[in-house]
Structure formats: structure tokens, C-alpha cells
């Protein structure tokens, strides 16, 4: 019988996690949009000032899925919160509970360290993961509008 496993990722990960960021950018037709590297991820996600954190979920000792996320916190909830930037799970495992199993390990660490809530975004289209975000009881939101202020825009406004 295949168990999953979920596991801490360490900077000897940093490889498999880049691996599952180029796939999840290919799976959301957006690879081009990838700048980062190996020794990005390192830094980044294991470097001394990290405030980064990842899980990697194995099956039969293959990494098939991570999530990374990070702590953000509610002015509102007067608590921390979880912010998920990537879950995934490679398309040949889909369907095996390694989904499931990651979010449900965030929503225990949500719990153990007393945050309000996780956060994440999906992308419009994404049936799929909809349906599942739905199935566990999560919510989307519609009044939010999410923006962004990046690259050079970012740089000209830290400079004005």
C-alpha cells in the first residue's frame, strides 16, 4: 500500500522545488514568467533571513508535491495568518490525496500556531482546483481585487 508522506523541506530540496515551480508556470501557461533559479530557490527559501517555508509530499520516497508558503497577518482578525503561494502536485499523482494532505498539514499549522486563516489565489480558469478548494469547505472570494506592483514599476515608485 502507497502511504503519503509529508515532510520539512531542507535546502537540499531546492532542486525538486524549482522542478515543481517550472511545472506548476508550464500548467498555468505562464513558464516564461519564471526569473528564478536553483541558488534563488536556496537563498530565498533557506537563506538566514527566510521567512519562507515548504512541505514537500512524497509517495513511495518520490517528491510528488510542495506546498510554500509564508506567515502574513489580519489588522482585522488581530492575528497571523497563512499566505500559500504554491500547491502542487505533479498531474500523474492527482487524485491520490497528496492535495488534500498538504492543505490539511497548513490548516494544522494554521491551528498550532493560532492563525485566522490561509489565504491563497486561483487562477480563473482552473476548474479543477476550484472544485477542490470548494469540496474542503474553502471559499472564493469575490469582492477582493488582487494587485501588484513589480519589476520596473516597483523600482520608479521605491525611487519617486
Same mark, same amino acid.
Given at each position: 500500500? /502507497? %502511504?503519503?508522506?509529508?515532510? /520539512?523541506? &531542507?535546502? +537540499?530540496? #531546492?532542486?525538486?522545488?524549482? +522542478?515543481?515551480?517550472?511545472?506548476?508556470?508550464?500548467?498555468?501557461?505562464?513558464?516564461? *514568467?519564471? $526569473? &528564478?533559479?536553483? %541558488?534563488?530557490?536556496?537563498?530565498?527559501?533557506?537563506? $538566514?533571513?527566510?521567512? &519562507?517555508?515548504?512541505?514537500?509530499?512524497?509517495?513511495?520516497? $518520490?517528491?510528488?508535491?510542495?506546498?510554500?508558503?509564508?506567515?502574513?497577518?489580519?489588522? =482585522?482578525? !488581530?492575528?497571523?495568518?497563512?499566505?500559500? *503561494?504554491?500547491?502542487?502536485?505533479?498531474?500523474?499523482?492527482?487524485?491520490?490525496?497528496?492535495? $488534500?494532505?498538504?492543505?490539511?498539514?497548513?490548516?494544522?499549522?494554521?491551528? *498550532?500556531?493560532?492563525?485566522?486563516?490561509?489565504? =491563497?489565489?486561483?487562477?480563473?480558469?482552473?476548474?479543477? #482546483?476550484?472544485?477542490?478548494?470548494?469540496?474542503?469547505?474553502?471559499?472564493?472570494?469575490?469582492?477582493?481585487?488582487?494587485?501588484?506592483? &513589480? !519589476? *520596473?514599476?516597483?523600482?520608479?515608485?521605491?525611487?519617486?
Amino acid at each position: 500500500m /502507497e %502511504k503519503i508522506i509529508l515532510r /520539512e523541506a &531542507t535546502i +537540499n530540496d #531546492s532542486q525538486t522545488i524549482f +522542478n515543481f515551480v517550472k511545472e506548476l508556470a508550464i500548467y498555468e501557461k505562464a513558464e516564461h *514568467e519564471v $526569473k &528564478t533559479s536553483v %541558488k534563488q530557490v536556496e537563498e530565498s527559501v533557506f537563506g $538566514k533571513d527566510s521567512v &519562507t517555508y515548504a512541505i514537500i509530499c512524497e509517495l513511495d520516497n $518520490k517528491p510528488i508535491g510542495m506546498a510554500l508558503y509564508f506567515f502574513n497577518y489580519s489588522t =482585522w482578525l !488581530g492575528r497571523n495568518g497563512i499566505y500559500l *503561494e504554491d500547491l502542487y502536485v505533479s498531474p500523474q499523482y492527482r487524485g491520490v490525496g497528496a492535495g $488534500k494532505a498538504l492543505l490539511k498539514k497548513l490548516a494544522q499549522i494554521a491551528v *498550532e500556531k493560532k492563525c485566522g486563516r490561509i489565504d =491563497w489565489q486561483v487562477l480563473d480558469w482552473n476548474k479543477p #482546483s476550484i472544485d477542490f478548494y470548494d469540496s474542503i469547505g474553502a471559499k472564493g472570494l469575490t469582492e477582493w481585487i488582487p494587485y501588484r506592483l &513589480t !519589476g *520596473e514599476a516597483l523600482e520608479e515608485f521605491a525611487r519617486s
